[in-house]
C-alpha cells in the first residue's frame, strides 16, 4: 500500500493563498491575462503574510512592528535618503560632468537635466527629497518592491518630463502582463487621484525590485525572515512576561485531603483574599498589610520558581536571531547596537556596508531612474553622490589630500574641493605638483597610533622614549 502514496495528491497549507512561481508568502499581487477578453482575465494573490511551523502569523504588520527588521530597514533608508543626486553627462574629453551647469554640455541635454533635477529635488508637494527617499528605500525593503506613480502634465506623452512623483502602497497595486510585453498596473484602490477601474501605463509607474526573479515580481525578504521573526518576536513577548511577573511571588496550595465542591470554593476564595492581602500592593484592608496566611485543611504551600532568562539561554538566542535577521539585510549588526565591536573598526565596518550593500542599491536605482525619466537622451544619467560615504575621519581625508597633491594626482584646489573648502585663484593652486618620495602620514593617524592594528605596543614604547 505504501507505493501508492506516490500517486496522492499534496495537501495544500490552508495558511497560505494560490502560488506563484513557487512563492507562496508574503508576496506581491500579480494579475496575469490568461486571454484575449477582459472576461478572462485573472487576478492571482500571493499571500502578504506567513505563518511559522510553531504557528504564529508573521506579515506585514508583523515586520513593522519588529524592532531589529525596523532598525535595518532604517539604517539603509537614512544611507540612501542623505546623498545628493546630480544628473550627469559625458562632455567631449569622456569626462562625466553635471549637466546642469557644466557649459560643455548642449542645450537639449541641459534642458532635460535641469527639469529631471528639479523632479529629484522636489519629489512633491508633501515630501522633502530625503523623506522621499526613505521611504522609497522602506517600502522596497520592506515588500521587495516599490512602485512609483508619476505625474505628468499631460499623462499619455510619455515623453514629458514628470512634474511630481509619489511612493504607492505596494499591497494595493498588481502587475499586469499584456500580450504587448509592456506592463500594465492596476489599483486595488483609488490613490493620488489615479483611479482602481483604469490601470496605469509602463510609463506611468516605476516599479522597482530589490530582489528580481521571473521578471515581473521581486522576491520578498519576509519569506527568508519568517521563522526568524517569529522566534524574535517570541523572545521578546517571553521575556516581557517574566518581567512582569517574575517579580511576584508564585505558588501552590496543595493538600492530600479530600474536599468537597462546596468547601473548596469557599476555601479558594478565602486563599485568594489572603494572598491579595500578603502580596498585593493595594490590599483591601489597609489594617492588614503583610499578614501571615493561616492555612488549614492540611494544607501546604509549595513555591514555584519562574524560568528565567538566563535559564533558557534566551539571551544568546536573541542575539543569534538579530544578527541572522541583520544578515538577511545586508547590515552589519553593530551598526544596530548589536554585539560588540570596536570603535576603532568602525570605519572598516562602514566601508564594507557602503560597498556590499549601498553600492549595488544605489547602481539598481539610479538604472531604473534612466529608464524612467531620461528615454532619448543617453549621454544623461543620474547618479547619487557618494563621495562623503567612503572619506572617513578628519585625518583620513587630510592624509589622502596630501599624498594626492605630493604624488602629482591631484592639484591643490582638487584637494581643497575635496575638503570641503573653497578654492583659490593661484597659479600653483590649480598646478599638479611631484614633490617625489614617500609621503609619511599625519602623527597620531597611522593605525597604530589609533589601535587599529599592528604591533600597539610599540607606540607606548615611542611615547616613553619621548620619539616621534
Not at 537614512?78 to 560643455?104: F, T
Not at 536573541?318 to 547590515?331: L, S, W
Not at 587630510?398 to 605630493?406: D, I, K, P
Not at 599638479?432 to 593605525?447: C, H, M, T
Amino acid at each position: 500500500m505504501g507505493m501508492l502514496d506516490i500517486f496522492k495528491r499534496k495537501s495544500v497549507a490552508k495558511s497560505e493563498s494560490n502560488t506563484l512561481f513557487g512563492q507562496t508568502t508574503l508576496g506581491n499581487n500579480l494579475l496575469r491575462n490568461i486571454g484575449s477578453q477582459s472576461a478572462f482575465q485573472q487576478m492571482l494573490y500571493v499571500t502578504t503574510s506567513s505563518a511559522t511551523q510553531a504557528g504564529r502569523t508573521v506579515d506585514m504588520s508583523t515586520l513593522s512592528r519588529n524592532s531589529t527588521v525596523m532598525s535595518c530597514l532604517a539604517v539603509k533608508a537614512r544611507a540612501l535618503s542623505q546623498l545628493p543626486v546630480k544628473v550627469m553627462a559625458y562632455n567631449a574629453n569622456d569626462q562625466l560632468v553635471d549637466a546642469c551647469h557644466d557649459p560643455s554640455i548642449g542645450a537639449r541635454d541641459k534642458i532635460k537635466a535641469r527639469q529631471v533635477y528639479n523632479l529629484l529635488a522636489n519629489p512633491n508637494n508633501f515630501q522633502s527629497q530625503y523623506e522621499f527617499w526613505y521611504q522609497f528605500s522602506m517600502w522596497l525593503d520592506m515588500a521587495g518592491e516599490c512602485y512609483t506613480v508619476f505625474w505628468r502634465k499631460d499623462q499619455n506623452k510619455s515623453d514629458q518630463t514628470p512634474l511630481e512623483m509619489y511612493i504607492l502602497d505596494a499591497t494595493l497595486i498588481t502587475t499586469q502582463l499584456t500580450e504587448t510585453r509592456y506592463p500594465m498596473y492596476r489599483l486595488a484602490t483609488p490613490s493620488y487621484g489615479f483611479s482602481k477601474d483604469a490601470p496605469l501605463d509602463y510609463w506611468q509607474v516605476m516599479h522597482m525590485m530589490e530582489m528580481g526573479w521571473q521578471g515581473s515580481g521581486g522576491w520578498n525578504k519576509g519569506i527568508l525572515l519568517t521563522e526568524l521573526v517569529g522566534l524574535d518576536q517570541d523572545i521578546d513577548l517571553y521575556a516581557n512576561y517574566v518581567m512582569q511577573n517574575g517579580a511576584k511571588p508564585s505558588g501552590l496550595f496543595v493538600t492530600d485531603q479530600v474536599i468537597p465542591d462546596s468547601k473548596y470554593k469557599e476555601i479558594a476564595a478565602r486563599l485568594k483574599e489572603g494572598w491579595s492581602q500578603l502580596t498585593g500592593s493595594r490590599p483591601t484592608d489597609p489594617s492588614k498589610p503583610g499578614q501571615g496566611m493561616l492555612l488549614d485543611n492540611g494544607m501546604k504551600y509549595m513555591p514555584v520558581d519562574m524560568l528565567s532568562i538566563q535559564d533558557a539561554d534566551l539571551a544568546a538566542l536573541k542575539e543569534q536571531t538579530m544578527k541572522r535577521i541583520c544578515g538577511v539585510f545586508g547590515v552589519p549588526p553593530q551598526m544596530i547596537s548589536v554585539g560588540e565591536s570596536k570603535f576603532n573598526n568602525t570605519q572598516t565596518m562602514l566601508d564594507e556596508f557602503y560597498k556590499s550593500t549601498m553600492a549595488p542599491l544605489l547602481t539598481n536605482v539610479e538604472q531604473k531612474l534612466k529608464v524612467s525619466l531620461l528615454q532619448g537622451y543617453p549621454n544623461l544619467y543620474i547618479q547619487f553622490q557618494t563621495d562623503n560615504f567612503l572619506k572617513g575621519a578628519p585625518l583620513d581625508q587630510m592624509n589622502y589630500s596630501v599624498a594626492g597633491v605630493n604624488a602629482g594626482i591631484l592639484t591643490p584646489n582638487e584637494a581643497r574641493k575635496y575638503l570641503g573648502l573653497c578654492e583659490i585663484d593661484d597659479t600653483i593652486a590649480k598646478t599638479l605638483v611631484n614633490k617625489g618620495g614617500k609621503q609619511e602620514p599625519i602623527a597620531g593617524s597611522s593605525p597604530q597610533d589609533t589601535g587599529g592594528g599592528g604591533n600597539t605596543s610599540s607606540v607606548g614604547k615611542t611615547g616613553q622614549n619621548g620619539k616621534a
